[in-house]
């Protein structure tokens, strides 16, 4: 998993509440993202960041913020879960240089209720 | 177009057999497209990848072919075995520099002993 780790790894909340995921790396990429995966939609963009504080918009981001204080650490927040919410979250560290490969994290199941 | 179309949904292959699972695209200024292998419970591995300068890339099994005139590419797994039963998806780099990523829906390959 390329040195990729995601917190939780399984979740269940009930709809209205705050939820945060947790992305960490260990080998100082610069960019990373954050997915969701759904069956019959594949992997779709929510957010990415490209650097300390500097985040931007993927394809499906409404109700999800993201902040990245530290290089280590990419943090996804659904700020009132919903049920459609309920999905499972990629974290994804792009490489080093000019490589445009994408490496996954494991992966959190969440489950909207 | 921000899509990228991925056949057959799923697939069937006898051991030792070819699998092909086709991509088509629109955006021709996608500049990247990597193919993922999933196994369940598991984040998506990146399996090999190509850029649109090139007809064809070959690893090992596995071969991308790309048809820059007809925006379609294809991934061939040659020998086919067991242990490659898992779920593939291709995708497209639609971002530049920024490397999002615009994936298919995944085509479940199943390879019979």
């Known amino acids: 998993d390329a040195g990729i780790t995601q917190s939780p790894r399984h979740k269940v909340t009930e709809t209205g509440t705050p939820v945060t995921l947790r992305c960490h790396q260990t080998e100082n990429h610069r960019y990373m993202y954050w997915y969701r995966q759904d069956p019959g939609h594949g992997l779709r963009l929510i957010h990415y960041?490209?650097?300390?504080?500097?985040?931007d918009k993927g394809e499906v981001s409404d109700g999800y913020s993201v902040s990245r204080s530290k290089t280590e650490d990419f943090l996804l927040t659904l700020e009132s879960a919903t049920s459609s919410q309920t999905s499972v979250y990629f974290c994804?560290?792009?490489?080093?240089?000019?490589?445009?490969?994408?490496?996954f994290g494991p992966g959190t199941r969440l489950t909207v209720t | 177009q921000q899509q990228v179309k991925q056949s057959p949904q799923s697939l069937i292959v006898q051991k030792g057999g070819i699998s092909i699972i086709n991509c088509a695209y629109e955006n021709t200024a996608f500049d990247y497209f990597p193919w993922y292998q999933q196994f369940p419970g598991k984040g998506p591995a990146l399996l090999i990848a190509?850029?649109?300068?090139?007809s064809e890339k070959k690893e090992g099994r596995f071969t991308i072919s790309f048809n820059k005139s007809a925006k379609q590419f294809s991934l061939h797994i040659m020998d086919s075995q067991p242990g490659d039963s898992a779920t593939y998806f291709c995708a497209a780099n639609y971002g530049g520099a920024t490397n999002k990523l615009i994936f298919g829906t995944g085509t479940l390959l199943a390879v019979q002993p």
């Open positions: 190509i850029r649109p300068d090139v």
């Open positions: 994804a560290i792009r490489g080093l240089g000019n490589s445009y490969e994408q490496y």
């Open positions: 960041s490209y650097g300390v504080k500097d985040t």
